[in-house]
Every structure is written in structure tokens, then in C-alpha cells.
């Protein structure tokens, strides 16, 4: 059996591009060169050109390419460095490019953190467009797969967390989170504390099907569902809708023989979808790939071709909101 991920597993489910004209900017992507995966420029290229009409997209901070000597605190802006390298490498290649960076830095330094940020804006060459701390925290990371959060426990009800994301706003940058279901009302608080700072919920909020959650589905669905709209009423918040593939979710893809079809996707992951829609709308809900992680259960033309199925009746406008309007308008590009 090909390994989950791989080309010769995606291979395997091969579908005509539905839509193929709509406009799309994935506002969430990786690249890394690791152990265990390599994804860098060439790969997103070839899984963007694969047949969606992807016209920019963003990359999100995933602890590439840190500066391995040096302050602290100033590592991660060897990140920034990497994606500007790669940047430049895929504009030789042609396709889509990397219209915006988002950044790690650790915001509990407070105000202080703004010298991290400064470096960033330097090294992105005009790119960088805000930073993800994330606040993903679990009680027992042996439960969970190797994406598990490192977070500490009430990272935000940290005050001095919550002054480096009151700066983001004061400097024109966003704010990005990944963190799991039972954490929704932490963020809620926290987008509460900085009303003036444009906040963006990963991957829906991710609620898990892993470890303690799997087996509950729909317990956990409607614990989901009910945060969600609580949090829906902040109105700094925004919500990246995708992200439900990665391992945690429990949909139990990545462990099969066959990579997850369309249909399949839509059958187990609509309800996501129209439940965020409903709540945040379609200005403040974007479509987004989280490739490579959930390369490991569907292709990317295959997870484009089940949320379009899942958006079919909507109408063009919202489409375009949804799959590249929000995206440019929430990071400037």
C-alpha cells in the first residue's frame, strides 16, 4: 500500500475540476523539509496547478527554517527568510504565488515583541501580514497525532499574551489561532480583550475525533456548533473554513488504502461548513487548503471539488467571498 500522502496513494482518486474558472486565494498553506515530509515550492505548485484556478495564496508559520543560532526571540524571522527563498524560486517556476506571509513570534513578550515583528516586516519584502501564536493546548499530547499543540494551559487569559495581540492591531497585523473545540470560548474571551486586532480562527476551531473525542461525533459536533456561534458574535473575528482532514479530526482517512473521494468528503464534513457559514457569513468565512497536513487524507483537487459541492447552491457572489474575496480583503492582497 502507497503511503498516505503520498502521490502514488492520492493518484489513486482522480476527479474532474468542478468550477474550474472560479478564482481561488488559499490563505493557508506550509512548506517544510523534514525527516519525515518534504513540501517546499515545487510541491505546492504542483498540487495548486492541478487543476482550481488558484491565483495567490499565504503561507502560515509551521516553525521552518528557524534561524539555528542568534537571540531567541528573533529566531523565527529565519521563517520568513525561508519563504521569501522559496518565493523567489516558484516566481521562476510560474503559477500561483505567495501573495502574504504570516509569521510566528512569541506575544507574550508584550510590547516587546514589536523589535520580532519589525524584523519580519524587513525580511518579507513586503509580504508579511501578521503572525500565528497558537493556542493549541492538551492536557496528554500522547493522545494525539504528531501535530498535537504545544501551547500551556490559559495561554489566553495571559495578560501579557493579550498585549502582543492588542499590538498586532496597533501595527496593521493580524492575528492567527489553531487550537482545538473545548478552547472556543478562551478565543472568544481573547477577541473580547482585543476588540481593535483582526482575529482569524484556524480549521474551523478543530474540533477532534481523536483519543478521549473519538466515538462521539455528535456530542462533540454540537458542543462545537454552540461555541461557534457564540463566538460568531465578535465582530473582529474571522473563521478559515477547512482544515478537517488533518489526522486529529478522526475521519480516519490518512489510515485507509484509498485517499478520501469528493463525495465522501462532503457526506462527513458538510455540516461544518454550512454550520460556519450560517453563523459568520460569507464576509468572514474563508475557504483554506491546510496542505500538506491534509494532503494525508485527500488531494488537493479532490478537497477543492467537495467544498465547491458543498457551496453549489450559493450564489456567484458568494462563491467569490468565499473562496478568494475574503481572504484578500482580511490580509491585503
Excluded at 515530509?37 to 496547478?49: A, N, S
Excluded at 521569501?84 to 513578550?109: F, H, M, P, V
Aim: with cysteine; proline share 4%; aromatic share 10%.
Amino acid at each position: 500500500m502507497p503511503k498516505s500522502g503520498s502521490d502514488e496513494w492520492l493518484a489513486q482518486v482522480i476527479e474532474d475540476i468542478i468550477e474550474p474558472d472560479l478564482p481561488i486565494v488559499d490563505p493557508h498553506h506550509h512548506l517544510w523539509n523534514r525527516d519525515w515530509q518534504i513540501y517546499e515550492i515545487e510541491d505546492l505548485l504542483k498540487d495548486t496547478g492541478s487543476g482550481h484556478n488558484v491565483i495567490k495564496t499565504l503561507y502560515m508559520e509551521c516553525g521552518s527554517s528557524y534561524h539555528e543560532t542568534g537571540p531567541e526571540h528573533l529566531k523565527p524571522v529565519g521563517e520568513t527568510e525561508y519563504v521569501i527563498s522559496q518565493l523567489k524560486k516558484g516566481q521562476e517556476i510560474g503559477g500561483a504565488e505567495i501573495a502574504g506571509i504570516i509569521g510566528k513570534a512569541d506575544l507574550r513578550l508584550g510590547d516587546d515583541v514589536e523589535e520580532v515583528l519589525k524584523r519580519h516586516i524587513e525580511a518579507a519584502e513586503g509580504r508579511f501580514r501578521g503572525i500565528r501564536h497558537a493556542g493549541a493546548w492538551v492536557e496528554d499530547r500522547s493522545m494525539y497525532s504528531r501535530y498535537a499543540g504545544h501551547a500551556p494551559e490559559g495561554l489566553y487569559d495571559q495578560e501579557d499574551f493579550r498585549t502582543g495581540v492588542r499590538l498586532l492591531g496597533q501595527m496593521g497585523l493580524t492575528y492567527d489561532t489553531y487550537h482545538y473545540h473545548y478552547q472556543n470560548d478562551d478565543f472568544r474571551r481573547l477577541s473580547i480583550a482585543a476588540p481593535d486586532t483582526q482575529m482569524i480562527l484556524d480549521h474551523f476551531g478543530t474540533p477532534l475525533g481523536v483519543g478521549p473525542f473519538a466515538n462521539r461525533r455528535d456530542e462533540i459536533f454540537d458542543l462545537w456548533a454552540s461555541s461557534i456561534s457564540d463566538l460568531a458574535k465578535c465582530d473582529n473575528v474571522v473563521v478559515k473554513i477547512g482544515g478537517l482532514a488533518m489526522p486529529d479530526n478522526g475521519f480516519g482517512w490518512d489510515t485507509r488504502e484509498t485517499p478520501a473521494t469528493s463525495d465522501e468528503f462532503v457526506k462527513a464534513q458538510r455540516p461544518y461548513y454550512l454550520h460556519a457559514i450560517n453563523c459568520f457569513g460569507v464576509d468572514r468565512c474563508m475557504v483554506e487548503s491546510n496542505f500538506p497536513v491534509d494532503r494525508l487524507s485527500l488531494s488537493y483537487h479532490i478537497l477543492f471539488n467537495g467544498i465547491k459541492k458543498i457551496v453549489a447552491d450559493f450564489s456567484n457572489d458568494e462563491k467569490h467571498q468565499l473562496f478568494h474575496g475574503t481572504a484578500e480583503r482580511v490580509y491585503n492582497v
